[in-house]
């Protein structure tokens, strides 16, 4: 059989019986099985078997579902527990979907399988390849290994909380002894820290001068042409260490994790010269023997290329007792010269058109043997650093050349990097009382909008102390066991049982299991401690948090090197340069002083002033006399139009007094029009028949006049009359509508009466209702009204107003624009 053929038939059964059980399950929820329960025990047996089945099967798939997500759920000992963990469920089972559906894919051949990159893939074509946006799988982020540090020869303390003292036991190229050098000073803290060892060497000692000059950029080599070398054994470093002390310039770049230690781990060291890369693992149990690299990275005569190497000279100290004299800090050049980007990608496609995978970043290097294409994400960050740190230094030299007034970059460069090669690596404690400290909760409350009260406050504090103590016992992050969001929930809900803890703890928090009694003691003994203790804002207000008032006197009486305030103030503004801010600056004040006597402009007083309450204001004015004010003249009053706006509805009687009105007015208009005509007709005449004319005229005008005023008098009686009849009409219908209404009212009374009778006689006969007498609900009997609604014809051609369908717009009268009419004044 055909293989698509064939998954076509399996993916119709599958459906079918994923449809079928899901009814089923859907049926089943709608019913009451309490109910069935109590009615029938054998159903309840069934039940109880059935339910026991299903969480078998769940937890038998979540388990296997989990090993291949990295993703844990803990066991689902009855139904409440799929509420308690349903969103650990939920990504349990959206993650085996997503592999499920990308199995698929790859099953019909809609993608291509991916698969790990080969040694002979790994060329120079291959680096020009633009990053893939795909997620760094689970099993490469989150190993699930033995830790490397129990097998160290040097075990980690982590309760160290005294001064770190460096873990040197020689100090090569030193200009001061090892002894000599490991002194101690107290920090700004009041705490007791040991000094740079290296701190003479680094401020003192002189980069090479070829550091200084321009060069040939010398190409790298083609990456798939070069050897890369695996060192895992010590004698293999030696060999590394006496091909490196040839070279002028090396390239170094480190690997961390800090997700399943308490400090952190350096797991992966390269180093890169213009000829090989080396990738050493320094988390085989002897790796503090690779302080005998100092030889190199302490002599000042070879420079080390490093990008952003702020972590890496700490990382240095701590793990191995290395320190780094002679740094270049490509970060620190990117920022001087003003590149748009500033990370080490930025520089690879700049200068060597190498796109550089960065997912990778968040890998867990601890993972051994490590994948071909981690590895070769980890030689790619070295092997072409040494060909870009030519071009920058070519920038830099062309930039900075001594005797132009330009800023010497290439020396800000120098000097940032060892500022940052004097970095020191402190222990990381904290006070548990005011939490200010490295791994303290101060700086983290001090961000966070909530504000605990006395029981959440203090359990926020016990469980992040319980927290610290227990990552440090079993050397993990404080993270791996809670994260910030779980304590902060712990401390806001206040669980009161251990199920509710259970339930506040993500997927993350599951390794507390063991330890879920002690911390569930833990908040129980701090909320009793915290129902008189201080609030959070109690403890940012109180006086351990404010700067001692002896060391504020210290620092206001130390101030021999605050300049005068002349000294500080300058002539020209540096923001706004030569603008003048003010008139009295620029000499025009005088000026505009002499205009003052010759321009006075009177302005009238406030309301107030006129009314007297000006009186209690003193002013000192010069005595001059005071033009009395003119009063201003009162303007005419001109006829002005005015509208007023009727809300109501616009009546017929209105409009068609409007016609008629506006009929006159064109009866009027047209009367002089006739009389011009006459008298242009009769121009041929004498004299003696224009003053018949006229007389004529006047005696039309009298009389039109009389009729305009019998004919305006009998339009308003008509109007009034019909006023008239309209208020009767309306009387006579509210008369009407009342005794509607009243009718209605009492036959509800007579209906309520009769009904409560019935109701009284059917009490009293105890007879059961006969359903099948009983009028239809659905099909109910139609009243007259009903039938008059339901016959009614609609008549496109009748008014709104007389029962037509009325749009939204005409049941909101709130709005409606009303009649308006237009008087003068």
């Known amino acids: 059989m055909d293989g698509s053929l064939d998954f076509k038939a399996l993916r119709e059964s599958l459906q079918a019986a994923l449809v079928a059980t899901t009814r089923t399950a859907n049926s089943i929820a709608s019913e009451d099985l309490q109910f069935q329960r109590t009615v029938n025990p054998t159903v309840g047996g069934q039940l109880d078997n059935s339910s026991g089945r299903l969480l078998s099967l769940a937890n038998g798939l979540l388990k296997s579902t989990a090993n291949l997500t990295g993703q844990k759920v803990g066991a689902l000992e009855d139904a409440d527990d799929v509420d308690i963990q349903w969103r650990n469920i939920v990504d349990v089972i959206d993650s085996l979907l997503e592999k499920a559906d990308t199995c698929l894919d790859e099953y019909t051949g809609l993608i291509k399988r991916k698969d790990a990159p080969t040694p002979a893939d790994q060329g120079r074509a291959q680096k020009r390849v633009k990053s893939s946006n795909d997620r760094l799988d689970w099993s490469l982020k989150r190993a699930n290994i033995l830790k490397p540090q129990n097998n160290f020869e040097r075990k980690v303390d982590n309760f160290n909380t005294g001064p770190w003292k460096p873990l040197l036991s020689s100090k090569p190229h030193a200009k001061v002894s090892l002894e000599d050098s490991l002194t101690t000073f107290v920090d700004d803290d009041n705490n007791t820290q040991y000094k740079h060892p290296y701190e003479t060497e680094i401020k003192t000692t002189p980069y090479p001068e070829h550091v200084y000059k321009k060069r040939e950029p010398k190409e790298y080599l083609p990456i798939d042409s070069t050897s890369a070398i695996w060192v895992d054994t010590y004698e293999g470093v030696l060999e590394m260490l006496e091909e490196l002390k040839q070279a002028k310039e090396i390239a170094l770049d480190l690997e961390h994790h800090d997700f399943r230690s308490y400090t952190g781990l350096l797991s992966l060291m390269q180093i890169s010269t213009r000829e090989k890369d080396w ?129 010497d970059l290439l020396e800000q460069v120098l000097e940032r990097s060892k500022d940052v090669a004097l970095q020191r690596y402190e222990n990381l404690s904290y006070n548990v009382e005011t939490g200010q400290g490295p791994r303290g909760w101060y700086n983290v409350l001090l961000k966070s909008p909530t504000l605990y009260n006395g029981e959440q406050f203090a359990v926020y504090k016990a469980v992040h102390q319980w927290r610290d103590n227990l990552a440090r016992r079993e050397d993990e992050s404080p993270f791996f066991f809670m994260t910030q969001q779980v304590l902060a929930d712990i401390a806001r809900i206040l669980p009161t049982d251990k199920k509710a803890l259970w339930s506040i703890l993500d997927s993350n928090a599951k390794g507390l299991k063991s330890h879920l009694d002690d911390l569930f003691d833990v908040i129980q003994k701090a909320k009793e401690e915290g129902v008189n203790g201080p609030k959070m804002m109690d403890i ?101 139009e005015f509208t007023l706006r009727n809300g109501g509805k616009r009546k017929r009687e209105e409009e068609s007094e409007e016609e008629e009105e506006a009929s006159d007015a064109e009866m009027e208009d047209s009367a002089p029009q006739t009389e011009t005509d006459v008298q242009t007709g009769g121009e041929a005449e004498g004299d003696d028949s224009d003053e018949e004319e006229e007389e004529e005229e006047e005696e039309e005008e009298a009389s039109d006049k009389s009729s305009k005023k019998s004919k305006k008098a009998a339009r308003k009686a008509a109007k009034e009359k019909k006023k008239q009849a309209k208020e009767a009409l309306k009387a006579q219908r509210r008369a009407e509508k009342a005794a509607k209404k009243e009718a209605k009212k009492k036959a509800q009374e007579e209906a309520a009466a009769a009904a409560k009778q019935v109701d009284g006689e059917e009490e009293k006969e105890d007879q059961p209702f006969d359903y099948s007498q009983a009028a239809s609900v659905l099909r109910a009997r139609k009243t007259q009204e009903d039938v008059k609604k339901a016959n009614k014809r609609f008549n496109p051609y009748e008014k709104k107003s007389q029962g037509g369908p009325k749009g939204a717009r005409a049941h909101y009268t709130a709005k409606a624009a009303g009649r308006t009419a237009t008087f003068k004044k």
Request: include cysteine; charge should be negative.
């Open 540 to 640: 940012f207000k109180s006086e351990s948090f404010v700067l001692a008032p002896a060391k504020i006197a210290a620092v206001i009486a130390d101030d021999s090197d605050i300049p005068d305030v002349k000294e500080l103030k300058a002539d020209r503004s540096q923001f706004w340069g030569g603008v003048t801010l003010s008139s009295v600056w620029d000499g025009t004040a005088a000026k505009t002083a002499k205009l003052d006597d010759v321009l006075e402009i009177t302005l009238p007083y406030p309301a107030d002033f006129m009314d007297g309450s000006a009186a209690e204001m003193e002013v000192d004015q010069p005595e001059e006399t005071v033009p009395e004010l003119q009063p201003a003249p009162e303007e005419m009053t001109v006829n002005q």
């Open 279 to 407: 990738v050493i693992d320094t988390l085989q149990p002897w790796r503090h023997k690779l302080e005998v690299l100092n030889e190199v990275f302490a002599d000042p005569n070879i420079v080390k290329v490093l990008h952003g190497a702020f972590m890496d000279v700490i990382w240095l100290q701590r793990d191995l007792g290395l320190y780094v004299v002679g740094l270049f800090d490509t970060y620190h050049a990117c920022a001087v010269l003003g590149y748009p980007g500033r990370s080490l990608g930025y520089l690879l496609s700049k200068f060597a058109e190498f796109e550089a995978d960065k997912k990778y970043q968040l890998a867990d290097w601890r993972i051994r043997p490590l994948p071909e294409e981690m590895f070769y994400y980890a030689r790619s960050d070295t092997h072409y650093l040494l060909y870009i740190f030519d071009m920058i230094i070519n920038e830099l030299v062309e930039r900075s050349t001594p005797g132009k007034p330009k800023p």
